[in-house]
């Protein structure tokens, strides 16, 4: 496998006052030939947004497009006639298809909202737009990673509004969180392709819990690390660092470590290529 590590100071984003973004791939007006989608993956933003504010109504098509609530309420309204407000552990899947339109807002008086916001390219095109809504309590995810999204129509993926499992996607995407302790080990082991054999690609980003911040991130121990290795390669994470893993192949496995002192929040994609 290749490891490209991708640290947190060098993610587009800005401060707007009232939204507080870094980009992980071309957004906006932050542009980078090399980081402009990896896989499926298209967009990774990881907003905050102040009380009272919002993205007003737009409209979105052919991209899976969902939002994994860390902090705050996030409020979600569609044309679909989907209303709901979001909170920690939640995760919102809008599967845009032939288009739809919808707003999201921190109705909230006075706290933020840190949310990561995702974006992945279909495996179809012109599907019938659908919503979907899961919750992922902190004590699932503790020490342990939970499959958040995993592709639509595969075995133990509910393709309803609301349910237990991970949230559909249509896409060969998976995605899984985890809130690691320290010193805690946990072994990810990539999955099979689901068009026969093939390259495997893996993202992981630690959640960057502890504020703001365009510079470069902490790893004295003071703030979340984590070691990320397959026996060959390894990478060191602060807060909102990131790792792209190439050539992988199902079957292959990832150590992920927690080696600083503080609880670290991680988020990991695995997708064929």
Do not use: C
């Not at 737009?58 to 979001?86: A, C, Q």
């Not at 980003?205 to 004295?220: E, P």
């Not at 199902?250 to 929040?265: C, F, M, S, Y």
């Amino acid at each position: 496998m290749q490891f490209q590590y991708r640290p947190s100071q060098t993610r587009g984003g800005a401060d707007h006052g009232w939204l507080k973004t870094l980009h992980t791939f071309s957004f906006a007006d932050y542009y980078s030939p090399e980081f402009s989608g990896f896989g499926h993956l298209r967009v990774i933003n990881e907003d905050r947004v102040a009380p009272g504010t919002g993205f007003p109504t737009h409209p979105h098509r052919e991209f899976e497009i969902f939002s994994y609530i860390v902090s705050g309420e996030l409020s979600h309204k569609d044309n679909m006639g989907n209303v709901e407000t979001m909170k920690r552990g939640d995760v919102q899947m809008t599967s845009g298809g032939t288009g739809i339109a919808h707003s999201e807002y921190n109705d909230h008086k006075s706290e933020e909202v840190h949310f990561l916001q995702i974006w992945a390219k279909p495996n179809e095109y012109g599907l019938k737009p659908k919503y979907y809504t899961r919750h992922y309590t902190d004590a699932e995810k503790l020490d342990k990673l939970v499959e958040i999204v995993a592709p639509a129509h595969q075995d133990g993926v509910i393709d309803e509004r609301e349910g237990s499992g991970p949230t559909p996607v249509h896409s060969p995407l998976h995605a899984f969180a985890t809130l690691l302790n320290p010193e805690k080990v946990l072994t990810h082991t990539l999955h099979p392709t689901l068009r026969g054999p093939g390259e495997k690609l893996f993202y992981a980003q630690l959640v960057q819990t502890s504020g703001f911040n365009t510079q470069a991130a902490v790893k004295d121990g003071s703030k979340a690390v984590v070691k990320i290795s397959n026996g060959d390669s390894n990478v060191v994470l602060g807060e909102g660092d990131g790792v792209f893993v190439r050539k992988g192949k199902t079957g292959d496995e990832l150590k992920i470590e927690n080696v600083g002192d503080k609880r670290a929040e991680l988020i990991l994609f695995e997708m064929d290529a």
